[in-house]
T-cell receptor, first 115, second 113 residues
Framework: EPEVTQTPSHQVTQMGQEVILRCVPISNHLYFYWYRQILGQKVEFLVSFYNNEISEKSEIFDDQFSVERPDGSNFTLKIRSTKLEDSAMYFC?????????????FGSGTRLTVV | GDSVTQMEGPVTLSEEAFLTINCTYTATGYPSLFWYVQYPGEGLQLLLKATKADDKGSNKGFEATYRKETTSFHLEKGSVQVSDSAVYFCALSSYSSASKIIFGSGTRLSIRP
């Protein structure tokens, strides 16, 4: 079964450093998403991406965050200057089209720890 | 806006007990409804879904029925196993939420042998 792949599985970074989280969505999917889950809490929407641009973003997704699809296969989330409160699991997801009945395929996540 | 409310955890049951995790939703229009499961240390897996009223989603012995009249999508299983211990998330997706998935807060389930 096709998978969404995320790397690294765990990243530790110092506060103020930049991090890039990487995702390889399923190859024929067109819509891509990032979600985050602070430990033990709710899964929160960050951003959706379609046709090489952001289609929607949440209040969490401020100027410190950016997304990119640099080469047609990878989908990256960059945090420019990490804060302690950015520590969370970050999940990438993709769906083939913009239909509400698709169940998203999520990657296994990247655990980001900011120290 | 659209939202999902699910029962607070943790829920602790003995093996072979009957499970119900309640979930209700608020949405304009006709959302699709999902249950996701997160096993310890793992990512989010789609457990089951229902895309219209009265549909029943089922997988691995779990079931949930889309009840439009009560705006509910309760998760049930007749006989739980230790391996079902996980966090369960109810979720919805609709055109009014631009097809993004909106999650409930999650319910942690622990099954005692």
């Amino acid at each position: 079964e096709p998978e969404v792949t995320q790397t690294p599985s765990h990243q530790v970074t110092q506060m103020g450093q930049e991090v890039i989280l990487r995702c390889v969505p399923i190859s024929n999917h067109l819509y891509f998403y990032w979600y985050r889950q602070i430990l033990g809490q709710k899964v929160e929407f960050l951003v959706s991406f379609y046709n090489n641009e952001i289609s929607e973003k949440s209040e969490i997704f401020d100027d410190q965050f950016s997304v990119e699809r640099p080469d047609g296969s990878n989908f990256t989330l960059k945090i420019r200057s990490t804060k302690l409160e950015d520590s969370a699991m970050y999940f990438c997801a993709s769906i083939p089209g913009q239909a509400a009945n698709y169940g998203y395929t999520f990657g296994s996540g990247t655990r980001l720890t900011v120290v | 806006g659209d939202s999902v409310t699910q029962m607070e955890g943790p829920v602790t049951l003995s093996e072979e007990a009957f499970l119900t995790i309640n979930c209700t939703y608020t949405a304009t229009g006709y959302p699709s409804l999902f249950w996701y499961v997160q096993y310890p240390g793992e990512g989010l897996q789609l457990l089951l879904k229902a895309t219209k009223a009265d549909d029943k989603g089922s997988n691995k012995g779990f079931e949930a029925t889309y009840r439009k009249e009560t705006t509910s999508f309760h998760l049930e299983k007749g006989s739980v196993q230790v391996s079902d211990s996980a966090v369960y998330f109810c979720a919805l997706s609709s055109y009014s939420s631009a097809s993004k998935i909106i999650f409930g807060s999650g319910t942690r389930l622990s099954i005692r042998p």
